[in-house]
């Protein structure tokens, strides 16, 4: 049986609807990815922007060296300079006030712009940290011997012997050792040793070294 010439645009009809069915079908799925897309990145850009302006808006004031600076150096009020720093990047118990850094002895070298903590200077922080003790105080000596001084290093036990006038004594027993600063350029004899002595103590040799030969013997 033939098929008529209205079956055969009928079929064609159908055809033709069907296929712009499935092309609005295809630009509607598009459309939807698409929107769907930008509504994702709005919403990434809306979480970021309040991280991102609440981080950069949070910095503290730090003191910095404002030049490289040698250990056993006597902080002048040239010698720091502060600067405000993200607050993720501040090193913990950084020094913030001058006031606070002037006249101290610096522990250990710190170069151009590093920030300074407690533990850059040579007073309590540091020879609780060293010693594990809250009732010491640190004593800076320049030991005769400088073949024993090279022999130290920090929370090595010591004793400290004074001499004068050819006798010897004992100025203090298991002195821990805080930090030591070599001597600079050919220089003998000039190597500073900081210990950590009991407060008493200490004040009894930092008095016996104005007058008295002091080194070391290791325990």
């Keep these: 049986m033939r098929e008529s010439t209205a079956d055969r645009r009928l079929r064609r009809g159908a055809r033709e609807r069907l296929r712009e069915t499935m092309r609005m079908r295809g630009r509607r799925i598009v459309l939807l990815r698409r929107a769907l897309a930008a509504v ?13 302006s609440g981080t950069a808006s949070r910095t503290k004031t ?5 030049r490289d600076l040698t250990p056993g150096t006597r902080v002048g009020p040239r010698d720091v300079t502060t600067v405000r720093m993200p607050e993720r990047l501040v090193p913990d118990r950084a ?3 001058r006031e606070r850094v002037t006249g101290e002895v610096l522990a250990r070298a710190a170069r151009r712009g590093e920030p300074l903590t407690d533990l850059s200077l040579l007073d309590d922080p ?9 009732t010491e105080a640190a004593v800076a000596i320049r030991p005769a011997d400088e073949a024993v001084a090279e ?7 010591v004793d400290i012997v004074g001499g004068r006038s050819g006798n010897t004594r004992i100025l203090a027993e298991r002195a821990t050792v805080v930090a030591v600063h070599p001597s600079e350029g050919d220089a003998e004899g000039d ?3 900081v210990v950590g002595l009991e407060r008493r103590r200490a004040a009894d040799v930092a008095a016996a070294t104005l007058h008295e030969s002091v080194t070391m013997t290791l325990r």
């Excluded at 994702?40 to 991102?52: E, F, T, V």
């Excluded at 540091?126 to 809250?134: D, F, I, K, V």
């Design 126 to 134: 540091l020879t609780e940290l060293t010693t594990g003790g809250e």
């Design 95 to 97: 020094l913030r006030q």
């Design 191 to 193: 190597t500073l040793v």
């Design 62 to 66: 730090v003191l910095t060296a404002s």
């Design 40 to 52: 994702l990145l709005l919403m990434a850009g809306w979480y970021a922007l309040p991280a991102h």
């Design 151 to 157: 022999l130290l290093h920090p929370g090595l036990r």
